[in-house]
């Protein structure tokens, strides 16, 4: 009775559980690909909202600088102070020549800009630099004109502060694992 107990019950539900095995493990695999590729697809549209950002504090900074007739760099950037460009770690204007005029902290060994990004900048877009390093952080820059009216007013170029980028500087904005 005990043999045909186990042949009875336990065999049919092994046998089961050994062919629902894959199906399962398949769609647990297949809930997490897509409930991954919806939290990387949220994380990106944030990265790309801070830029976004960034981007248009830039421009208001501008603004501000070149609204009201004369542009004396250093009075105008005493009078803005620091709150509204907290975001960047630097910011500096360069002119053509290649002279750095440092509005907030200082950029040391700037990126080249590249003729695509200079032909890019010149049609009034923004352009995103970025420097890797292998032992160091990753640095990123947003370049843009100064006046897109003239383009030969020079250009603006500020460093990123990456943990503001990615969001990282709560510790529980990303999910565990």
């Known amino acids: 009775i005990f043999v045909l107990f186990i042949c009875c019950a336990l065999i049919p539900v092994g046998v089961l559980s050994i062919l629902s095995l894959h199906p399962v493990a398949k769609q647990l695999n297949d809930q997490s690909l897509g ?6 697809k949220d994380a990106g549209i944030s990265i790309y909202d801070r830029l976004l950002f960034l981007e248009t504090k830039i421009q208001f900074f501008l603004s501000n600088f070149l609204g009201g007739g004369g542009f004396n760099i250093q009075k105008k950037v005493d009078n803005y102070g620091d709150e509204a460009i907290h975001h960047f770690t630097a910011i500096s204007f360069i002119i053509e ?22 032909q890019h900048i010149k049609t009034g877009k923004t352009a995103i630099s970025i420097i890797n390093h292998s032992n160091l952080q990753t640095r990123i820059f947003m370049i843009m004109l100064v006046d897109h009216k003239n383009p030969k007013a020079g250009i603006v170029l500020g460093e990123i502060n990456t943990v503001y980028l990615w969001g990282t500087a709560h510790p529980d904005t990303l999910p565990p694992m």
């Not at 409930?35 to 990387?40: D, G, P």
């Not at 750095?100 to 003729?115: E, M, S, V, W």
């Open 35 to 40: 409930h991954l590729r919806y939290l990387t």
């Open 97 to 118: 020549k290649g002279e750095q005029t440092p509005l907030k902290g200082i950029i040391a060994n700037p990126p080249k800009i590249t003729p695509e990004e200079m």
